[in-house]
């Protein structure tokens, strides 16, 4: 009996050591802190850059938080894993990266499985399980130790169902920045890119100890984004696909026809950059085609356009894999509802890819579409007459910055669409069109302001000389200092700016954002003075601030009312004929 007894403990050791020995580490690295990024590293198939390895291998991992919310995070093949710096197009590394909302034991589990198409199904049931399946173990997040605008002190950027999307940590999001150059990803350090850009004349704000890759490449990059974020600007607007569009030669395949061959090395110095920019405080705009190659997936495979493509299904899964830990907005097409050659996107394919988007993301993203030309809006109605709800939950506006009637009237109307559709996007003023450098005193009035009064959750700046050619950001240092004034306008002054909505029924001039209790944040375009009435009896402080100079609030002719009847709010402090804001707040 004992000698029989101890078989079965001899047994039972050998299987543990051999299941261990053939069971490779799993390498966990990041800080691994709340709100940082986190990366899992696996061993896995051995395989090449192919069609046969993107479309017909598909790992998933499930990730369980401290309080048990679950979070199927795609991943996706890393070549040798450090494809960054070797260019590597083969390995057996495979990768997830995620983002922990909570401090405390994660726990995680692998789903890798091989079958025909498999990455593009969602059949979770099909495929033939590979030998890292089922695997599975923990990580302990501990908690954050960055402050300020780094997004590792703030956590992920996410929609919840209202005018403004709203970080982990409570805070919420106003967002100024820049859409120029759209061919940001043309950069000349990038492995199998066609040069566009150097940013040579910003490489100076590179600084020792940011990242680089391949001893000394991407200096001139990651430079741009230290500008960009010096200058208080917190997203950056580019294509991340444009063959046959504007730039052609931003694309994430190592040429313009192995449409379902992803480039790693590529991809993984595109990373290092976009890691940078959520360190530093800086949204991503992913623009995944524009208006020239709207159905460049479908066409290349030759089925009708309304067919969805297997190619374009990877290619979003690819990207939510690679790059969706970040804080991203997912652009679906630039113009797409504009029929350049016949070329233009319908409303029902627009939804079609936001929701399976929506499907094969782990978080509430944001996921967007951009009009075009910038005087066509009927893609939004089209939108909302749809019968199933609406997966978009961020608008990119284009319009004429010229008109105010295009930056307060189209923003006001998209945000009325979309409200009355059951559903509160997050529109935004990217693109204020002009093909020139734009009048900057015009701009800031009908383009920055007149949309943030409307009750837009952000401003970029375009220009239509720079959007391709131009990589030099301080030709654009004027209008980036006007959007960092309207955005400390409302971070200083601790307005609650995501309660705010317009009403301009209580003004006799101007326009008014309010939260109808102790906010009232009135717009006068050509100056001037107005009345509000404001109910109750309570005491409120009038102050101004000059969008056009910035800084701290002014005195005007008064600077107390009461509440009760229809009130003169008084006169400018200076310069009574150009554009003020009024701060109306109710006194504690």
Not at 145 to 153: L, Q, V, Y
């Amino acid at each position: 009996m004992k000698i029989k007894y101890f078989k079965h403990i001899l047994w039972a050791f050998l299987t543990l050591l051999f299941i261990q020995c053939k069971t490779k580490p799993h390498v966990i690295t990041g800080d691994l802190k709340q709100y940082h990024k986190t990366t899992i590293t696996f061993e896995g198939p051995n395989l090449n850059e192919s069609p046969e390895t993107y479309l017909n291998y598909r790992m998933s991992v499930t990730l369980t938080s401290p309080n048990n919310e679950t979070y199927v995070v795609p991943g996706y093949f890393a070549a040798d894993g450090n494809a960054a710096e070797t260019s590597a197009t083969k390995g057996n590394k495979w990768r997830i990266h995620f983002t922990p909302n909570q401090t405390g034991v994660w726990k995680y589990k692998v789903a890798f499985k091989t079958g025909k198409n498999i990455a593009v199904s969602r059949n979770t049931n099909t495929g033939k399980e590979t030998s890292i399946h089922g695997e599975s173990g923990q990580i302990k997040i501990t908690p954050t130790d960055k402050t300020g605008n780094d997004f590792r002190a703030k956590g992920k950027l996410q929609y919840v169902n209202k005018d403004f999307a709203q970080f982990d940590n409570g805070s919420y999001y106003f967002e100024v920045g820049t859409d120029s150059p759209e061919t940001f990803l043309e950069y000349n350090d990038f492995d199998n890119t066609k040069a566009r850009h150097d940013f040579r004349e910003i490489a100076l704000n590179y600084t020792e100890g940011d990242p680089s890759w391949k001893i000394n490449k991407g200096k001139g990059i990651i430079g741009a984004i230290n500008y960009l974020a010096k200058q208080g600007m917190n997203v950056h607007y580019f294509l991340t696909m444009n063959i046959t569009g504007d730039g052609k030669n931003a694309y994430p395949f190592p040429n313009t026809t192995n449409y379902t061959t992803y480039d790693v090395s590529k991809l993984d110095q595109w990373q290092i950059v976009f890691d940078h920019m959520y360190n530093k405080g800086m949204v991503a705009e992913f623009v995944l085609s524009e208006t020239e190659n709207s159905n460049w997936f479908e066409d290349m495979e030759k089925t009708e356009r309304t067919n969805f493509a297997n190619s374009r299904k990877l290619y979003y899964r690819e990207m939510v894999a690679r790059f969706g830990y970040l804080n991203i907005i997912y652009n679906i097409g630039e113009e797409a509802n504009w029929a350049s050659g016949d070329d233009q996107f319908s409303a029902q394919q627009v939804e079609e890819a936001a929701h399976y988007i929506d499907a094969i993301s782990p978080y509430n993203d944001l996921i967007s579409i951009h009009n075009g030309p910038s005087k066509d809006f009927s893609l939004y109605p089209a939108l909302t007459a749809l019968p199933k709800k609406s997966a978009l939950t961020t608008i990119s506006l284009q319009a004429n910055y010229q008109t105010f009637a295009h930056g307060y009237g189209e923003t006001k109307k998209i945000k009325d669409l979309s409200t009355a559709n059951g559903k509160a996007w997050v529109v935004r003023y990217s693109e204020p069109y002009s093909n020139h450098l734009p009048n900057v005193d015009l701009w800031t009035k009908n383009a920055l302001w007149a949309s943030i009064i409307a009750g837009a959750a952000g401003v970029h700046y375009y220009s239509h000389n720079g959007d391709i050619k131009v990589d030099d950001y301080t030709l654009y240092a004027p209008y980036y200092k006007r959007m960092n004034y309207a955005k400390n306008f409302f971070l200083n002054n601790k307005v609650p700016f995501w309660d705010l909505e317009n009403n301009n029924l209580a003004l006799s001039n101007g326009y008014l954002l309010t939260n109808y209790k102790d906010y009232y944040i009135l717009f006068l375009p050509e100056g001037g003075t107005s009345t509000i009435s404001i109910p109750g009896s309570n005491v409120f402080s009038v102050t101004w601030f000059d969008p056009r100079n910035g800084g701290d609030l002014q005195n005007g002719s008064i600077t107390r009312i009461t509440s009760g009847n229809t009130i003169s709010i008084g006169n400018a402090p200076n310069n009574k004929t150009s554009s003020w804001v009024v701060l109306i707040k109710k006194s504690k």
